[in-house]
């Protein structure tokens, strides 16, 4: 028997997938088609048997551990974004301690330099220079000219004259 | 009013973990389905649906909303059963435990229940089939997708479905040969 022209299009009348008007004129052929007809039925029957292997709903252990593993998901993320944030956190922290480290510092500290005449007394016992100041009290005559000569006259005199001090 | 799946995936996307989450129950028990038909046992199937879903949360921020969510989480889920069925096909040298042979023995159907004997008998023969015939058959059969939708999940044209689905059946119909059904 050669095949219907209508028979390619049976699976998709079967399935309900045929335009309308291909539907029409597939449901007016049948009844005159043994072969169409023997088809469409083994189609439903296949289709009957095949409903009978339908899976079971899943089951709420199932559902459970879907949900656990989205969570587990969503947690790896919060992880990845906190890490992220504490490195970028830790960045700026290593930055601006260096900065403030290597930063230009205030002149807060001057050690006080005083200023002295050319010739202080330093200078003045070294180079055995004795300047008696007109205003400077002479030794007392007490003193004999020896311990006049070891009294450290460079002492006094050097302390008479005005010494400049810078600021404390 | 409940909001729509792509509202969900909007807030999730957003970050409102409690959106995927309502995507999960409205959507889980039929990828199950899905899910069961297409893997060797139930615990690969599971396995594929956690992916799924997984994959769905890490995607989401991508998908532009051009096939419906369903859609779009039904390809990741044929996409994952594929992957999952190839790697343990190479550590299957048989069939799976609930598989019976390629054709089964033939038996009286009668007015009764529906026996698990019968249901685990024709859910092994689906799974001989070949993967891009099993695919069809079960999105077609078993969760009544139309054509269009076939098409859309698997990105292939609709005239693949309707070949694959006209050869999965003639491919059936040759295993279960002697199911009868009242």
């Known amino acids: ?23 029409r004129e597939i449901e007016q052929h049948l009844p005159a088609c043994d072969a169409c007809s023997a088809e469409l039925g083994r189609l439903v029957e296949l289709s009957q048997l095949l409903r009978t292997a339908q899976p079971e709903a899943i089951h709420a252990d199932e559902l459970a551990r879907v949900h656990q593993a989205v969570e587990g998901v969503e947690d790896r993320g919060v992880i990845r974004l906190v890490t ?10 290593i930055i601006s301690g260096s900065w403030l480290y290597d930063g230009p510092r205030p002149n807060t500290m001057q050690i006080a330099r005083p200023t002295v005449p050319e010739q202080t007394w330093e200078r003045m016992a070294s180079a055995g220079q004795i300047d008696v100041p007109v205003d400077v009290p002479q030794v007392g005559t007490a003193l004999d000219d020896r311990t006049q000569r070891d009294t450290a006259d460079w002492m006094v005199i050097g302390m008479g004259g005005p010494v400049e001090h810078g600021n404390h | 009013m409940e909001p729509g799946d792509l509202e969900l995936v909007h807030r999730a996307a957003r970050g409102e973990s409690p959106a995927f989450h309502a995507l999960v129950d409205r959507h889980a028990s039929e990828l199950m389905r899905l899910a069961v038909s297409l893997s060797a046992t ?22 532009d909303g051009r096939a419906s969510v369903k859609t779009w989480m039904k390809r990741i889920l044929v996409r994952q059963a594929a992957r999952h069925w190839n790697r343990s096909k190479r550590s299957r040298s048989t069939l799976p435990i609930d598989a019976a042979e390629a054709s089964p023995a033939p038996r009286e159907i009668s007015n009764g229940p529906i026996g698990v004997d019968r249901r685990m ?62």
């Open chain 1, 1 to 23: 028997m050669s095949q219907c022209s209508y028979q390619s299009s049976l699976d998709a009348y079967h399935d309900g997938q045929t335009p309308p008007e291909l539907a």
């Open chain 2, 121 to 182: 008998d024709v859910a092994a023969v689906v799974r001989t089939l070949a993967p891009e015939h099993r695919e069809v058959i079960v999105m077609r059969e078993f969760d009544q997708m139309s054509y269009a939708e076939i098409a859309e999940v698997l990105q292939v044209p609709i005239g693949t479905v309707e070949s694959r689905l006209h050869r999965a059946r003639a491919d059936l119909r040759t295993k279960l040969q002697g199911y009868n059904v009242d």
């Open chain 2, 42 to 63: 139930r615990a690969d199937a599971e396995d594929v649906l956690q992916e799924t879903f997984i994959g769905a949360y890490q995607g989401m921020r991508r998908f």
């Open chain 1, 84 to 93: 992220g944030l504490s490195a970028v956190a830790a960045s700026i922290l």
